[in-house]
T-cell receptor
Framework: GAGVSQSPSNKVTEKGKDVELRCDPI?????LYWYRQSLGQGLEFLIY????????KSGLPSDRFSAERTGGSVSTLTIQRTQQEDSAVYLC????????????FGDGTRLSIL | LAKTTQPISMDSYEGQEVNITCSHN???????ITWYQQFPSQGPRFIIQ???TKVTNEVASLFIPADRKSSTLSLPRVSLSDTAVYYC??????????????FGSGTRLQVQP
């Protein structure tokens, strides 16, 4: 596909379970971002990958959150021991990585913690 | 302290011009200012970006004063389909020297017939 793809589109899980969210960026995009958007709120930065550089993890809210990007392409955001406050839409975006190039977003994964 | 401020909501009627302003002190000197549009259950979609003065594309204009402490997204002749949330995105340098991209809190535009 031409755009950023995220899966699953919806995820419902019980409190305390681990979840994995997947992002397939646009082919050739070296920069990848994860954001969290709570209901009716703005976008909260979580983590940023750029090529082979060490990721910027400064936005991860706790050590229960982690992300990987394998082979410079697909990324997985993992939330361990989920809590109800983790319920949100998790958005992924990618860009070419060149300065001031816009981000292209997927439609997100809506995560609901029961 | 880096702070990005937008009006929470705006109302307009079809055919009118809408201007949405984002205030952003002390943004990174080399970074563009970018605006996105978001519909319910979708990811944000790029609208326009600029560095200084005025930029225009087929859907919007962006006005940025010389001091770059604000930016104004202008939507000419809005239609019902422009009802959405609009976000500005800017970059700041934190005290640690880290560059942080920050979205505004979003402006919910409601266009009435």
């Amino acid at each position: 596909g031409a755009g950023v793809s995220q899966s699953p589109s919806n995820k419902v899980t019980e409190k305390g379970k681990d979840v994995e969210l997947r992002c397939d960026p646009i082919s050739g995009h070296t920069a990848l971002y994860w954001y969290r958007q709570s209901l009716g709120q703005g976008l909260e930065f979580l983590i940023y990958f750029q090529g082979n550089s060490a990721p910027d993890k400064s936005g991860l809210p706790s050590d229960r959150f982690s992300a990987e990007r394998t082979g410079g392409s697909v990324s997985t955001l993992t939330i361990q021991r989920t809590q109800q406050e983790d319920s949100a839409v998790y958005l992924c975006a990618s860009s070419t990585g060149q300065s001031n190039q816009p981000q292209h977003f997927g439609d997100g994964t809506r995560l609901s913690i029961l | 302290l880096a702070k990005t401020t937008q009006p929470i909501s705006m109302d307009s009627y079809e055919g009118q011009e809408v201007n949405i302003t984002c205030s952003h002190n002390n943004i990174a000197t080399n970074d563009y200012i970018t605006w996105y549009q978001q519909f319910p259950s979708q990811g944000p979609r790029f609208i326009i970006q600029g560095y200084k003065t005025k930029v225009t594309n087929e859907v919007a204009s962006l006005f940025i004063p010389a001091d770059r402490k604000s930016s104004t997204l202008s939507l000419p002749r809005v239609s019902l389909s422009d009802t959405a949330v609009y976000y500005c995105l800017v970059a700041y340098y934190m005290d640690t020297g880290r560059r942080a991209l920050t979205f505004g809190s979003g402006t919910r535009l409601q266009v009435q017939p």
